[in-house]
Each structure stands twice: as C-alpha cells, then as structure tokens.
C-alpha cells in the first residue's frame, strides 16, 4: 500500500451532507477545506449592509451559512465545539487553487453528471498529482465521472459514499472506478476503517450500490404491503423499530427525516435502471407515496410528511400521524398487538425476533411477509451487487441503522424452515440458497477458531470474514470460549491471556448478577494467572445503570438495611475492581451512565467508543452517586490541587457535573469532563474497542503492572468549602433553576465532595467519602419525591423534575 498521510481534504460541496463530511474529518483533527458557489445576487441583510457582490462575506455566504447550520444541528455534527476550527470556508471561484495543498479532495455536489464534470474540469487544473479525488455520489456510475479525464484522475479516483449523518451511521461504500488503483482501494477501506470509524464495504459499481438497493427495496416494498394489508403508521412503526433492532425512527420517521423526494428520486431511478431485476414491479411508487410527492409532503423539510408537527389549544406542541386511507392528519395511533405484549419483555434480540415472526397475529403477518420479501430480494442480488453475502449485512446494517443484516437475521429464523415458509408464501429465493443447504451448510455465517466466518458461494464452503481477523468478536466465541457464566454475565477467554466480562441484562443494568459477574471475573483472574480482564459487550448500551427496580422496591418497604447493604457491596465490588491485581480496562460505547459511569472510573483505564455517552446522572432520579462515582470525582479533582490549595473552580466543575446530571456526548467531552485518566484512549471504530481494550490490558500488563494503593490523601475542605458551594445552590433555586428537592440533592452532593462537617480543610481516605455516599443516598431514598422520579423512570420511562 502506498504510504499516504492524509494531513488536509477538500470537501467540494457545503449541502447537508458535504459540510457534515468536512466536520467529521475535523472530528479526527484533519484540516479542512470547505468549498460552495458564489452568490447570484445579494439578499435583503447584504444590500441594507450596503455590500457588493465583490465582497468576501457574500462570495462566502452559502458555504458559511451551511457551515453555521450543521454546526447548530442536533444531534450534534461534532465530538466538540473546538473541532470546528480545523474548518477553512470558502468558493469555487476564489479558492479552488487551495486543492493544490489538500491529500484528498472529496466532491459532494448535487446528483447530477453535468454539474459534477463542471467542478472536476476544476479540480484537474489544481489538485497535485497523486492525491485521491472521490465523489459522494449515491448512484451515478464510476466510468461516467472518469471520462475524459487525465490517466492520473482516473487511477486515483474512487466513490466514497458516506450517509447522512456521517458522525453517527457507520457505513462508507467504496466504489472503484474502471481504472482506480488496487492501491488507492486498499487505503481507502484501511482508512475508513481505522480512522473514520467506518464500517467500510467494497461495492460493485451496480445501481445504488448496497445499501441503497436493498434498503430503499425494503422501504417501498414494505410500503406496498402496508398498503395491501391496510396497517397504519402507528403500527408499523412500533414494528419496525428498535423491536426489532432497527433505529428508533423505523419507516416513517426515516422517511420524513430523510425526506420523501430523496427516497422518490431513488426508487424511480432504480425501477428506470433495472430493467432486468425480476422483483423490479415493488419499485414502482405505491398509491401514498405518489400522492405524497405530488403534493409536496416530503417530510421535515416541508413541515409535514407522514407526521406533522402543530400545537394543541394550550399552546403545546403536538405531533400529528397521517392517515394512509383519508391522507387527513390526526392523533397519533397506538399499536395494539399480541405479538409485541408477549415478546417486548425479551431482552435477547435473536429471541424477540423468532417470537414475533413465528406469532400468528397481524403483526407477525407483517413481519413475515416483509422479511421473507427482502431475504428473497438479497438472495437474488448475489453475485449481483456483491459477491459475499456478508457485504449485504454490513452496508444495510450500517447504513440504515439496523443492528443484524438480512442474513443474519434470516438465520436467527432458520434458513431450511425459512425457505420451506418463503416458497409457501411465495417468495421462493434464488437456486444458490438451495446448494448450500444441499452441501449440508445450514446458516450463513458459522465461527471458526472463534472468527466470525461466513458461507463463500462460489467455494461452498465456510471462509473467516475478511478484516476482522484482528477484531474480538464475541458472538463467535460463544460456543468455545466461555469460561463461567450466570444469568446476567459471561465471562470469555478472548486470547493472549485476557478475560472480558460481558452484561447481557436488561439495558446492562448493574443488578445482583452483574456484581457477582464481576466479582467471579477479577478472582478468576488473580488467582488462575490471567494477564488480566475487559469489561465489555457488543451491544448498543454498555451499561444505563444500576438496577433501579430492586430499589424501588426496597425504598417503598422501607427496607433501609437491604439498602445499605446492596449499596456496601456495589462500592466494594468497585473498590476491588481498583486495588485488583491485575489491570481491569472497561470498554465503552453508547450509554455508560450511573453505576456504568461509576464502574468505568474504577477501570485501570477506559478504551472508549468516541460514541460513549458517559455521566453521573443519579440526580435526575432523586439521588447521588454512591457507588464511589462522588468520591472519584472528588479524588481525581484532589489530585488536581497546586501548592497544596484547594483550586474550587476545578471542584466546581465537578460539582456541577453530578449535580446538574451532565452527561458526555462523546469521548472527547469524556476527557474534559475528568472521566478519561491519563492511561485511558479512544476508538472511532466501534467493532474495534474490545479489542483495543484488550491490547491497553496486554500493554499495562507488559509494562510490569503493580495494584495500586488505597488512598488516604484526598484532600476535602469541610465546612468553608460547603459554605461556599451553598451560596450558589441558593442562586440556583432563587433563580428558579432548581426545584427545592434538586436543590436538597445538590446539598448532599455538596456535603460529600467537601469532607463533611469538618472544622478546616484536611486530608480523608476513599472509605471516608464512600460512607459518606452512602449516607447520602440512603436518607434520599426516604424521600417521596425521589420515590416519584424513580417511578417515573421505571413505568413511564421518562425523567421527573419535581
């Protein structure tokens, strides 16, 4: 592979996706070059600023207003507001000789031929020999782009697809072009990879590509069953969302959010493009979505879609669902299904997704008949689009949020049983599906010495996924690798002497059986010789917390000693986690809050997904951290301490942190917020962490690891430090920024990080906070309103402010 350093990209293109690309870059600290149209003609604000076309700030305003845009756009373009600086604005006209200084220049321009040839005849006259030039196209053929052009554009260009948006769905596309090199394709899948945190997949240069053919089939099929069946949007979104392991905006939300036109325009250009594809009929626009389009109710973009957004006769807003038969809005429908009763309470995915297909009931009609669909669509697109299954998996996966592909799930179900179900149904999928299971194959993916393998076609035979050969995998080493289990954990020998602990509870809630998982990890580890221990899943949570139902359960019976004692033995368990004998790292992606906070504090070191959303958040459910979550804080900012003085603005800011419930929005805030020590790193790559987290074991463990000591230098400035926080407590809830209970909980908080009632500043040991913790929280559990946001949390799933 070519030795490239990508140190500056051009991003040609400020639209949604073009200023999205150019902040994600920044995310991982590559300068950029941001690039737009200049102005036809000056608006209202310019003129009355007495501005002229010539103007720097006119010649500037698209490009700047997108930027300005994203940068307010929620969630949130960027890990942080710092990022944006690494962000050059500019035009076509001014500054397209900068290109000459940039190792990539990434075109993201309309989706149209002529338009792009225009900005390349540009880019041929600037860009520095050798340097990759991709475009975002969505669809447009490779060879069409490269015509014409010079032998060095053609070798080192590529299709880069990136979706929408690019910080947060993980799939880039790589299409090569008739003439791209093998090394210009290598870099790009390595880098995507490894430093845009990219799942990254190598497509053919077929109509839509992957995850467009089959995920825009499976949204305007699905749409023409909907229809056939008479289901309501109501319905099918609560089916075909996070139920089933897809994102929470399930078909019409996606829908309005991506806008209806996009998803138009590509289905009409698919049912144009495919003459030859035998299901090329479920292209064709269903009665709705015509109607829809014709009326201009794209979605977000035009204030209404399949839901609109009004407000109700107090003045509140109030979102409308459209009803498919009338096309008139109204309230919201709730599904009312027996499939989902009985299978909602099933945590494990795989089994909540066999319960709900295998339901007789509408709602595992619906699912059946649009998954046989798009198992059968999949099948018939191999060698098609791609020439392994597993291909199809990722990019729809990662593209539209889903957590397993089409194949897996189709194994979840049982491939012979499913096909014998689908040729009944009359979705008989294509001949290759019948060899496998004829060469006694039985699913599509299977492990082999603990790698994920998948079914090669052509071979007929099992081979390991390319690229993840360096990757820990848990599911593939389920049937090998397990070491000890109980009903919340498993403990897996995943090579080279490291353990991983795995929570597989509800949300990764911290109960009973994830202390005695953890607790069994760390004494296996220090008396069997292992090198020492992950804590870690591939799950979308790491962990929201402590299990808030046992107690609730015990605050309304008052049992205060159950308490006291569940509390002890989470700080204890986390303690031990500390003092350890051999180094314990958490490996972090999505929430890690509370108790999941508090765990990964008491890590040797946390090798986070950038994608952790970390924070202490016990206030929102009336309490404070007290599974030594208040006590590290107060430990880390102690550490902090110049010349012996206590720096309160650094106490303050911890303070505020807990007591305001603060929580990361990515691993760079995780650092500035005190949560990352110096030994803990991050991963773009949410596949890689475990196995990153793996390698800071090994290399804590090389480095001679020795347990650290208990300390009982913690220094804390008792009744004047109390003193001075309450001032401000007091401000908050005159202000009316806090309630008088967040304002009682913020006291606790306040008492603990300064050592209690004592008389002068002074030095305190770790258990000296830890029951004060303790204290803390256990007279808040008496407390009705703490009660009442529990209970809130736990039955209505939403958060009090009482």
């Not at 009609?365 to 990722?394: G, N």
């Not at 490996?587 to 946390?606: N, R, V």
């Not at 001075?724 to 005159?734: D, K, L, V």
């Not at 603990?752 to 002074?762: A, E, F, I, Q, R």
Request: charged share 25%; with cysteine.
């Amino acid at each position: 592979m070519k030795n490239r350093k990508i140190n500056r990209v051009a991003v040609l293109g400020s639209g949604v996706m073009g200023s999205r690309i150019a902040l994600h870059f920044a995310n991982i600290g590559v300068e950029v070059l941001l690039l737009d149209i200049v102005p036809k003609e000056l608006d209202e604000k310019e003129k009355a600023a007495g501005l002229t076309l010539e103007s720097k700030a006119v010649r500037n305003r698209i490009v700047d207003t997108a930027l300005k845009t994203t940068l307010k756009s929620k969630p949130s373009a960027i890990y942080h507001s710092k990022v944006a600086k690494l962000v050059t604005t500019g035009n076509f006209t001014d500054d397209m000789p900068k290109i000459a200084n940039c190792d990539w220049t990434i075109e993201v321009v309309v989706e149209r031929l002529d338009i792009k040839k225009i900005i390349f005849d540009e880019v041929e006259k600037y860009r520095k020999p050798g340097t990759l030039i991709t475009s975002n196209t969505s669809g447009i053929p490779m060879q069409f782009m490269t015509e014409g052009r010079s032998e060095d554009f053609r070798k080192n260009f590529c299709g880069t697809h990136f979706f929408n948006p690019p910080r947060y769905l993980r799939l880039l596309e790589i299409i090569p072009g008739p003439d791209t090199t093998k090394d210009v394709v290598d870099f790009l899948m390595h880098y995507g990879d490894l430093y845009l945190g990219k799942e990254t997949v190598l497509c053919k240069d077929t109509p839509a590509f992957i995850a467009n053919r089959i995920g825009v089939y499976s949204i305007i099929s699905a749409m023409h069953t909907i229809e056939e069946m008479g289901m309501t949007v109501g319905e099918v979104d609560k089916l075909t969302g996070p139920l089933i392991g897809r994102a929470k905006s399930a078909t019409f939300r996606t829908m309005d959010v991506v806008g209806l036109d996009t998803i138009v325009n590509v289905a009409n250009n698919l049912y144009e493009g495919l003459p030859h594809d035998e299901s090329r009929e479920r292209f064709k626009l269903p009665r709705v979505v015509s109607e829809l389009s014709e009326r201009g109710w794209l979605g977000d973009k035009t204030k209404q879609g399949y839901f609109k957004k009004t407000k109700d006769e107090n003045g509140k807003k109030k979102i409308l669902e459209l009803n498919l038969g009338t096309l008139e809005y109204g309230d919201r429908t709730k599904a009312k299904f027996k499939a989902v009763e009985v299978a909602k309470d099933i945590e494990d995915l795989k089994e909540r997704i066999f319960k709900l297909v295998n339901f007789d009931d509408k709602a595992g009609e619906f699912l059946r008949t649009t998954f046989y669909d798009v198992f059968k669509y999949c099948s018939f697109r191999m060698p098609e689009i791609a020439d392994d299954l597993y291909k199809i998996d990722q990019a729809v996966a990662a593209g539209f949020g889903w957590e397993m592909g089409p194949f897996q799930t189709w194994d979840i179900l049982g491939v012979k049983d499913t096909v014998e179900k689908m040729e009944a149904a009359g979705q008989k999928p294509a001949q290759w599906v019948y060899d496998m299971l004829a060469s006694g194959a039985e699913t599509f993916y299977s492990a082999i010495d603990g790698k994920k393998a998948y079914y090669h076609i052509e071979k007929q035979s099992y081979e390991v996924v390319p690229g993840t050969e360096s990757l820990v995998l848990l599911e593939s080493l389920k049937e090998t690798n397990v070491v000890w289990q109980n009903a919340g954990t498993t403990l897996y020998d995943i090579g080279d002497g490291v353990l991983n602990l795995e929570f597989h509870t509800k949300m990764n809630s911290i109960g009973a059986e994830v202390i005695e998982g953890l607790n069994t990890a760390i004494t296996r580890a220090e008396e069997e010789g292992w090198k020492g221990l992950v804590i870690g899943n591939e799950s979308q949570q790491f962990s929201a917390g402590a299990n808030l139902a046992m107690l609730f359960m015990f605050a309304c019976d008052q049992e205060w000693d159950e308490i006291n004692m569940m509390i002890a033995q989470f700080q204890n368990t986390m303690m031990r986690m500390r003092y350890s004998d051999v180094p314990v790292v958490a490996a972090t992606s999505g929430l890690a809050l509370g108790g999941g906070c508090e765990l990964s504090l008491h890590s040797d070191a946390i090798q986070a997904h950038t994608e952790t959303y970390m924070g202490l958040v016990e206030v929102g459910v009336g309490l404070i951290p007290a599974g030594g979550g208040t006590k590290e804080l107060t430990l880390r900012v102690s550490d902090r301490y110049m010349n012996g003085d206590v720096e309160f603005n650094a106490l303050q800011e911890a303070f505020m942190n807990i007591a305001t419930a603060k929580v990361a929005t990515s691993a760079y805030e995780m650092k500035e917020m005190g949560f990352m020590n110096a030994t803990s790193a991050f991963t773009l790559n949410r596949s890689r962490v475990i196995a990153d987290a793996k390698q800071k074991v090994l290399e804590l463990d090389a480095a001679g690891y020795t347990q650290p000591f208990k300390r009982k230098d913690i220094k804390v400035h008792g009744r004047s430090g109390i003193a001075t926080f309450e001032a401000g407590i007091a401000g908050m809830q005159y202000g009316h920024w806090a309630s008088e209970h967040d304002a009682k909980i913020a006291r606790k908080v306040n008492y603990v990080m300064n050592g209690g009632d004592l008389s002068m500043p002074t030095t305190v040991s770790e258990q000296y906070l830890l029951d004060l913790e303790r204290e803390a929280f256990l007279s808040l559990c008496g407390e009705q309103k703490t009660l009442e946001r529990i209970q809130s949390i736990l039955f209505k799933g939403k958060p009090l402010r009482n």
